[in-house]
């Protein structure tokens, strides 16, 4: 959908896209992975060591996005803004790419689940869910084209800025396949898959996808997309980041975490779409 919106040069709709997901993965999803699980499990031990490694990734891409809006601030040219882009695209991609090394191989005992070797015989359900995840993957994007079109429209009969549907609609609709499957590993007692299916999609979208697509529109769009992004959506990006990683160092879980994560992400909601932020 993304790529849609590149395609056909709504750069704001795409930008909030960006942020949006980066605050609906670690506020709603992880949240209501916490309130699913804690209803039916109470209190829930996780792994610290990956969601403080996710959370630090998520960070980093927050850092990156303060940068180009402070030198905004300071009446930088639009030339400078591009060029730091992207310089600050190569390092992104590079930590993204390195973070992939660093957790999965190299640290493997550290960053297993705390529930791991409790259970047994999730294997076909990890690979049930992997199925399903493809097929709606694959759904969305042949109609991708279609929803990107009529986002629009539908936007402004609702009343609905491009940054709240950017925000909200976007982020929700493109996540579903990934929220099916984090309410499911939260009702088996999988807490660490939840979190990392939360987190670990916040920091890919934030380090990888953010970052090809600005290279990208170097490629298909009119002129390059800079990563300047608005004051409100970058303080909501460091506000989301803040609360999953207050949610997760403790390394335990209950359902009221998650309704505190949730009304976070209703008062976002509520706020964009009465005092949505100015396109930067």
Do not use: C
């Amino acid at each position: 959908m993304a790529l849609t919106a590149l395609a056909a040069w709504q750069y704001t709709l795409v930008k909030a896209s960006i942020a949006g997901a980066s605050v609906t993965n670690p506020l709603f999803k992880l949240g209501a992975s916490f309130l699913l699980g804690g209803m039916k499990y109470h209190t829930r031990e996780l792994n610290k060591a990956g969601a403080r490694m996710q959370a630090a990734l998520l960070f980093l891409s927050i850092v990156a996005l303060l940068v180009p809006s402070a030198l905004a601030k300071a009446a930088a040219s639009p030339q400078v803004i591009g060029q730091l882009s992207v310089g600050l695209v190569v390092v992104l991609i590079a930590a993204y790419a390195l973070g992939l090394v660093f957790s999965p191989k190299t640290r493997h005992a550290e960053f297993a689940s705390a529930s791991m070797g409790k259970e047994g015989g999730d294997a076909p359900w990890l690979i049930g869910i992997a199925l399903a995840t493809l097929a709606a993957a694959t759904v969305v994007a042949l109609v991708s084209e279609v929803f990107v079109a009529s986002v629009q429209e539908a936007a402004e009969a609702f009343g609905m800025t491009p940054a709240f549907v950017g925000f909200i609609v976007v982020a929700l609709v493109g996540a579903a396949a990934e929220m099916a499957s984090a309410f499911s590993a939260a009702r088996k007692n999988r807490l660490d898959l939840s979190v990392g299916i939360a987190l670990g999609s916040s920091s890919q979208i934030a380090l990888f996808v953010a970052p090809v697509l600005v290279l990208l529109s170097h490629l298909i769009g009119p002129t390059p997309m800079d990563l300047l992004f608005w004051p409100g959506a970058v303080t909501m990006m460091l506000i989301a980041t803040l609360t999953a990683s207050m949610q997760t160092t403790g390394g335990r879980s209950a359902w009221f975490v998650g309704v505190l994560a949730l009304a976070v992400y209703a008062i976002f909601a509520m706020t964009l779409y009465l005092l949505p932020p100015v396109a930067g």
